[in-house]
């Protein structure tokens, strides 16, 4: 009687405890839904042009220009100083970020002050000659050396007409 008793539990074991054998298989989990989506659409990148490359800067030297000279004790502009001037104005046109100091000079006659009021007068009328002809006064300042700095020590008509001038020098650029 204990097997028979034995043996029901084990045939009613599984039925009290919920295992079935037979019978519809559980539903399987829903798998979650995924909705469909386009991509937004891909634009068409150009590819970026090459940058162009920076235009080589020719640095110029003081020796592009040209000097200017004085009749004694006179500071007008003469043909062959204006045609100088022009020459020295292209040159600033042709480099904009040039900016340049006239010096003016006086040979060694009269007082030191009376040269140096002349080689400013000097400076003064090269630089409104540049100014008219279309060069910015903001690149331009001047300055009188008088009869201190010559281009020739002699003392003779030849050195003399060297020393009554205005030079060119470069500040920045």
Not at 13 to 30: D, Q, T
Not at 34 to 60: A, D, G, N, Q, Y
């Amino acid at each position: 009687m204990k097997r028979f008793i034995l043996f029901a539990l084990l045939l009613t074991f599984p039925l009290l405890f919920g295992l079935n054998c037979g019978g519809p298989p559980p539903p399987e989990p829903e798998a979650p839904v995924i909705e469909e989506t386009t991509p937004p659409p891909v634009e068409e990148t150009k590819p970026e042009p090459e940058p162009e490359p920076e235009p080589e800067v020719i640095k110029i030297s003081e020796s592009d220009f040209m000097t200017v000279y004085f009749d004694f004790d006179k500071y007008n502009l003469v043909d062959s100083a204006k045609q100088a001037l022009e020459h020295n104005a292209r040159v600033l046109k042709d480099n904009p970020n040039v900016i340049i100091k006239i010096e003016g000079h006086c040979d060694e006659r009269g007082t030191v002050e009376y040269n140096l009021s002349l080689g400013e007068k000097r400076a003064k009328s090269a630089m409104d000659y540049i100014n008219q002809l279309g060069v910015g006064a903001g690149r331009i300042s001047i300055i009188s050396y008088g009869k201190t700095r010559p281009a020739d020590p002699r003392s003779n008509e030849e050195a003399w007409a060297k020393n009554r001038r205005c030079e060119f020098r470069i500040v920045s650029q």
